[in-house]
């Protein structure tokens, strides 16, 4: 846990530093399930950080650049269980270009068994759809995330945190890097 120093009169004490605590400052549970941020959840995050103007971008602000570039999509949890539409309408993608979306490419030539055409990827992902509905049911967990930069999904870490289903439900740490913030910004 981060210390601080501090001096009332003559006498000196160390204290937790509570402007740099984060939830990983917190040693991990004694059932040994885990630390904090594997068992609180976003919506109990409300009191510590507003939520509303946070992107999942903001969590990883702190990060180099070097190590934002090695996240991959495996490492969002909640992802493996939506599906393309539901990224779709997390993301504002509809009108992004099929070639701009590699995990819809891969879901269409593994699930439908059939090369995307060339004037295919030129289809926004709304025309796409209307085509192939299917595409829009497949859950994202089918796909090796793994093998995905967050850049794949244009604009992702933009994300506001607030716009992915069901968010006061998630883990904190299926957020990457937010178990990693100070908790008292102020």
Do not use: C
């Amino acid at each position: 846990m981060p210390l601080a120093e501090i001096v009332i009169e003559d006498k000196t004490a160390t204290i937790p530093d509570i402007t740099q605590m984060t939830l990983d400052s917190f040693d991990f549970l004694p059932d040994g399930n885990g630390g904090v941020a594997d068992v609180l959840v976003l919506g109990d995050l409300s009191g510590f950080f507003d939520l509303r103007d946070m992107t999942l971008g903001s969590s990883v602000a702190h990060w180099t650049s070097h190590e934002r570039k090695e996240i991959t999509l495996d490492k969002y949890t909640f992802l493996s269980e939506m599906t393309i539409a539901e990224v779709a309408d997390m993301g504002g993608l509809y009108s992004e270009e099929v070639g701009r979306l590699p995990i819809v490419e891969k879901a269409f030539t593994t699930f439908l068994k059939h090369p995307v055409l060339t004037s295919e990827r030129r289809l926004t992902l709304s025309q796409f759809l209307e085509r192939y509905p299917e595409i829009g049911s497949i859950k994202l967990g089918f796909l090796e995330l793994s093998e995905y930069s967050h850049t794949d999904i244009p604009s992702f870490l933009s994300t506001p945190i607030t716009k992915i289903p069901d968010w006061q439900e998630l883990k904190v740490s299926s957020i990457v890097g937010l178990r990693e913030i100070a908790i008292h910004q102020d």
